[in-house]
């Protein structure tokens, strides 16, 4: 501002002095030959001039920068009520640095009411503090790095982040940080329950409604995860197909509502018969599928034991009107077969029905010894006499990949 108002002055005066000469060329006298009396009165007048023209130059100066101070005075006050009302977190720091200038920490320079409750304390206890000496526990040491490399490179930073209950009032927070002239500006967001709608909807696009299980839709996706992984850790894993027989039966016998339960009942059955990590899903219908991680036909065996253990239990509570019965069928998949899921769920479900088919056939012959003279004979010769009679349908599924087990105790 005084630059400035010297270069004016100059002017004006070097204006005056030009005026007050000009003023003596008019009354016919030389610059050197006037004496000083006869010239005071021009410098006078011209020395008031000078003084009034710098008087109201730097009143007009004083006046701007009042009224610029003023204005920022109300832009600052303006953005400190915005920042204290906001229903973000807020979160000003500066940068501690050494001698030699590197970034070593972050003290709280402010921090609005709805910051300072979503770190569970007060404005007066955490401004002034240092967040690698004081809030590490809370933080993390990473997320203190990320601020010194977002202060380095003048980059800013958001993410979502899942946080601990027990440090913040939030269990999701979007977090943007915001480099300024020598520290950050950190916002802080509670979107917890954008992210437990998210996930609401996820699960919902994912899992059956009846039976909470996964849907196909989900099976796909975990099982494909799943099935990498095994394959890159060189472990074994079974695929198990599951159908509930004669199930249109019991729905035009008993009705949908029961044909529901029924459904539900084999959903807790199969979901507590295998571990927490293996994945139990709905496909449609009647039909449900297992992947047993890390697992093989002796393990596929063991679940079938403990799955018809289950079931004959459930069927003497007679909390159903009719009565379970399941088919199943595995084919267990090495660490070397690099078949699409999708093939694999059609070679279990080729076996399901070779096996479906095979118990149909056994039962018909049953039927027919029972009402044939042959059934007469002793038991080995008619067991042998139907086995020639009807001999099961079966065609190999693969070469050396699918392991079947005597699923059939009948």
């Given at each position: 501002?005084?630059?400035?108002?010297?270069?004016?002055?100059?002017?004006?005066?070097?204006?005056?002095?030009?005026?007050?000469?000009?003023?003596?060329?008019?009354?016919?006298?030389?610059?050197?030959?006037?004496?000083?009396?006869?010239?005071?009165?021009?410098?006078?007048?011209?020395?008031?001039?000078?003084?009034?023209?710098?008087?109201?130059?730097?009143?007009?100066?004083?006046?701007?920068?009042?009224?610029?101070?003023?204005?920022?005075?109300?832009?600052?006050?303006?953005?400190?009520?915005?920042?204290?009302?906001?229903?973000?977190?807020?979160?000003?720091?500066?940068?501690?640095?050494?001698?030699?200038?590197?970034?070593?920490?972050?003290?709280?320079?402010?921090?609005?009411?709805?910051?300072?409750?979503?770190?569970?304390?007060?404005?007066?206890?955490?401004?002034?503090?240092?967040?690698?000496?004081?809030?590490?526990?809370?933080?993390?040491?990473?997320?203190?790095?990320?601020?010194?490399?977002?202060?380095?490179?003048?980059?800013?930073?958001?993410?979502?982040?899942?946080?601990?209950?027990?440090?913040?009032?939030?269990?999701?927070?979007?977090?943007?940080?915001?480099?300024?002239?020598?520290?950050?500006?950190?916002?802080?967001?509670?979107?917890?329950?954008?992210?437990?709608?998210?996930i609401r909807l996820r699960r919902a696009s994912l899992t059956d409604d009846l039976t909470q299980l996964y849907n196909r839709r989900g099976f796909l996706t975990l099982a494909e995860q799943q099935l990498r992984v095994a394959r890159r850790q060189g472990k074994d894993v079974v695929l198990l197909y599951v159908?509930?027989?004669?199930?249109?039966?019991?729905?035009?016998?008993?009705?949908?509502?029961?044909?529901?339960?029924?459904?539900?009942?084999?959903?807790?059955?199969?979901?507590?018969?295998?571990?927490?990590?293996?994945?139990?899903?709905?496909?449609?219908?009647?039909?449900?599928?297992?992947?047993?991680?890390?697992?093989?036909?002796?393990?596929?065996?063991?679940?079938?034991?403990?799955?018809?253990?289950?079931?004959?239990?459930?069927?003497?509570?007679?909390?159903?009107?009719?009565?379970?019965?399941?088919?199943?069928?595995?084919?267990?998949?090495?660490?070397?077969?690099?078949?699409?899921?999708?093939?694999?769920?059609?070679?279990?479900?080729?076996?399901?029905?070779?096996r479906k088919k095979r118990r149909k056939l056994t039962a018909a012959v049953t039927a027919r010894a029972a009402s044939n003279p042959i059934a007469r004979l002793p038991r080995a010769r008619a067991a042998l006499v139907t086995t020639k009679l009807s001999p099961p349908d079966l065609s190999p599924v693969s070469?050396?990949?699918?392991?079947?087990?005597?699923?059939?105790?009948?």
């Amino acid at each position: 501002m005084f630059d400035r108002l010297l270069v004016r002055a100059t002017f004006w005066t070097a204006l005056a002095v030009g005026c007050a000469v000009a003023s003596l060329d008019a009354y016919g006298l030389t610059i050197g030959a006037p004496t000083f009396g006869q010239i005071a009165p021009l410098l006078s007048l011209a020395a008031l001039a000078v003084v009034v023209v710098g008087w109201r130059l730097l009143h007009g100066e004083i006046g701007r920068l009042q009224s610029d101070k003023a204005s920022l005075r109300d832009r600052v006050r303006r953005l400190d009520d915005a920042m204290h009302a906001s229903p973000d977190g807020v979160v000003l720091l500066r940068a501690q640095r050494n001698t030699t200038g590197d970034v070593l920490d972050f003290e709280i320079t402010d921090i609005n009411p709805s910051g300072a409750a979503l770190l569970r304390d007060t404005r007066n206890q955490l401004v002034g503090r240092l967040l690698r000496r004081d809030l590490t526990s809370m933080l993390g040491v990473d997320t203190i790095d990320r601020y010194i490399n977002a202060l380095s490179t003048k980059r800013s930073l958001l993410e979502e982040v899942r946080v601990h209950r027990r440090r913040f009032t939030a269990a999701w927070l979007s977090h943007q940080v915001v480099p300024t002239a020598d520290g950050l500006a950190v916002t802080l967001q509670d979107i917890s329950e954008r992210k437990r709608e998210e996930i609401r909807l996820r699960r919902a696009s994912l899992t059956d409604d009846l039976t909470q299980l996964y849907n196909r839709r989900g099976f796909l996706t975990l099982a494909e995860q799943q099935l990498r992984v095994a394959r890159r850790q060189g472990k074994d894993v079974v695929l198990l197909y599951v159908d509930l027989d004669d199930f249109k039966l019991l729905n035009d016998q008993y009705g949908h509502a029961e044909g529901d339960r029924a459904l539900i009942a084999v959903s807790r059955l199969l979901r507590r018969t295998v571990r927490d990590c293996d994945i139990v899903a709905r496909m449609g219908g009647d039909e449900f599928t297992m992947l047993a991680i890390d697992a093989d036909g002796a393990a596929a065996r063991i679940i079938q034991r403990r799955i018809e253990d289950r079931v004959a239990q459930f069927n003497a509570t007679h909390e159903l009107q009719g009565t379970l019965a399941l088919t199943i069928g595995h084919t267990r998949v090495r660490s070397s077969d690099h078949s699409s899921l999708i093939e694999l769920l059609a070679r279990a479900d080729t076996l399901l029905y070779a096996r479906k088919k095979r118990r149909k056939l056994t039962a018909a012959v049953t039927a027919r010894a029972a009402s044939n003279p042959i059934a007469r004979l002793p038991r080995a010769r008619a067991a042998l006499v139907t086995t020639k009679l009807s001999p099961p349908d079966l065609s190999p599924v693969s070469r050396g990949i699918v392991h079947t087990s005597a699923l059939d105790h009948a």
